[in-house]
């Protein structure tokens, strides 16, 4: 595997269901991010991990749990979302020092909330 | 706080052709970086081209360059000789040089390339 991948693809999840996201780096990067990508809108950036600790967190429900265990790996743990949930959810990774600073993009978990 | 605004939501080129995409932004700062991505139909989004705010060069990246315009807060991608694999969304970016991490992105132009 190269770059960084998630885990599913797809994912259709019930408002009272709890399910996690799985994204993986292999770019030896420091800091991971979820972003939220919904119709229209423009990508919203959900957290942020350097070094595995939490140094962003832009507002977001508490249904959405992420976790960061190390600087490779990072979940995002769902429960009771709603309808308006649904969305494309994207993970990237980055190096916190250095001079480009540019965030590699994983292919994005399609989340459906029926 | 940051914006990113791009005014073409969706935008059309021929095949070979030339097409520019634009980007404004609103900031405060006078240290910052500017990214162009693309991301294609079902595809991973990869980046572009990027530009540091300090450098008065415009950046170029093969077929594809920027037009950065510091004060008019202006950043437009160019891409020259456009190909069917050009076709996808275009996100213009905006991070600060100190403190977060965080990209700004814009609302993104849809690229449609016409055989």
């Known amino acids: 595997e190269t770059g960084v991948t998630q885990t599913p693809r797809h994912l259709v999840m019930g408002m009272t269901n709890k399910k996690s996201l799985k994204c993986e780096q292999h770019l030896g990067h420091n800091a991971m991010y979820w972003y939220k990508q919904s119709a229209k809108k423009p990508l919203e950036l959900m957290f942020v991990y350097n070094f595995k600790e939490q140094t962003e967190n832009n507002s977001v429900p508490s249904r959405f749990s992420p976790e960061c265990p190390n600087s490779s790996h990072l979940f995002l743990h769902l429960h009771t979302l709603q309808p308006e949930d649904s969305a494309l959810y994207l993970c990237?990774?980055?190096?916190?020092?250095?001079?480009?600073?540019?965030?590699?993009f994983g292919p994005g978990t399609r989340l459906t909330v029926t | 706080a940051q914006t990113v605004t791009q005014s073409q939501p969706e935008m059309s080129v021929q095949e070979a052709e030339t097409v520019t995409l634009s980007c404004t932004y609103d900031?405060?700062?006078?240290?910052?970086?500017l990214f162009w991505y693309k991301q294609p139909p079902s595809r991973q989004m990869i980046l572009v081209i990027r530009?540091?705010?300090?450098?008065?060069q415009n950046a170029t990246e093969n077929r594809f360059s920027v037009n950065f315009q510091k004060a008019a807060k202006s950043f437009s991608l160019k891409i020259s000789d456009s190909q069917l694999g050009d076709a996808a969304m275009y996100f213009c970016?905006?991070?600060?040089?100190?403190?977060?991490?965080?990209?700004?992105f814009g609302k993104g132009t849809k690229l449609t390339v016409n055989p």
């Open positions: 970016a905006y991070r600060s040089a100190r403190g977060s991490e965080k990209l700004v």
């Open positions: 990237a990774s980055s190096q916190v020092e250095g001079a480009t600073y540019e965030q590699y």
């Open positions: 530009q540091e705010a300090y450098k008065q």
């Open positions: 900031t405060s700062e006078s240290d910052y970086y």
